[in-house]
T-cell receptor, first 116, second 115 residues
Framework: GAGVSQSPRYKVTKRGQDVALRCDPI?????LYWYRQALGQGPEFLTY????????KSGLPNDRFSAERPEGSISTLTIQRTEQRDSAMYRC??????????????FGPGTRLLVL | AQTVTQSQPEMSVQEAETVTLSCTYD???????LFWYKQPPSRQMILVIR??????QNATENRFSVNFQKAAKSFSLKISDSQLGDTAMYFC????????????FGTGTRLKVLA
């Protein structure tokens, strides 16, 4: 596609529910990153993949958060048993080559999650 | 650990004038990249300019240029001939050349261009 796409764009859920956020990177991009952005703040790193391999998940806040990219393309960030503090904009980014090449990351429009 | 500081939460500039946004960072790394991203009201993140730390020459992209002072760990963005479409949140970001190639973002500067 022309750019990184994310779905849904907006998600409202009740506390305790699980949510799955989807990221579709730019076609051919091998690295994929997840960030979380609180209102008025810069994005904060969560995790990233080279192809299907998760390279670093040190930014995931706790074990309720997980991510996968089984075929090296689309990725899903899952939050189990959501809490109100999980409310934020979740952004995905992709880069053409592996992260070690220090490629520029291109961001998607984000999914705004609101946990009631 | 690396940190990025943007000390100007908000700025404004008259259309066609020049404005400079400041960014400082702290790192013990010698090789790294620095970026400026723009986030307009649409909330998209758009790359404005990037600078490789090993390059002494300041990066330029049309009306956008940086003043990279490696010793001072400073990376300011200059926007010349400001346009109304430049109104946005601007984030400075750092990426080191080893380990996890993730961005460390500053807290942003909200820029408003006035007609």
């Amino acid at each position: 596609g022309a750019g990184v796409s994310q779905s849904p764009r907006y998600k409202v859920t009740k506390r305790g529910q699980d949510v799955a956020l989807r990221c579709d990177p730019i076609s051919g991009h091998v690295s994929l990153y997840w960030y979380r952005q609180a209102l008025g703040q810069g994005p904060e790193f969560l995790t990233y993949f080279n192809y299907e391999a998760q390279q670093d998940k040190s930014g995931l806040p706790n074990d309720r958060f997980s991510a996968e990219r089984p075929e090296g393309s689309i990725s899903t960030l899952t939050i189990q048993r959501t809490e109100q503090r999980d409310s934020a904009m979740y952004r995905c980014a992709s880069s053409l080559r592996t992260s070690e090449m220090l490629e520029t990351q291109y961001f998607g429009p984000g999914t705004r999650l609101l946990v009631l | 650990a690396q940190t990025v500081t943007q000390s100007q939460p908000e700025m404004s500039v008259q259309e066609a004038e020049t404005v400079t946004l400041s960014c400082t960072y702290d790192t013990s790394e010698n090789n790294y990249y620095l970026f400026w991203y723009k986030q307009p009201p649409s909330r998209q993140m758009i790359l404005v300019i990037r600078q490789e730390a090993y390059k002494q020459q300041n990066a330029t992209e049309n009306r956008f240029s940086v003043n990279f002072q490696k010793a001072a760990k400073s990376f300011s963005l200059k926007i010349s001939d400001s346009q109304l479409g430049d109104t946005a949140m601007y984030f400075c970001a750092f990426m080191k050349h080893s380990g996890t190639y993730k961005y460390i973002f500053g807290t942003g500067t909200r820029l408003k261009v006035l007609a």
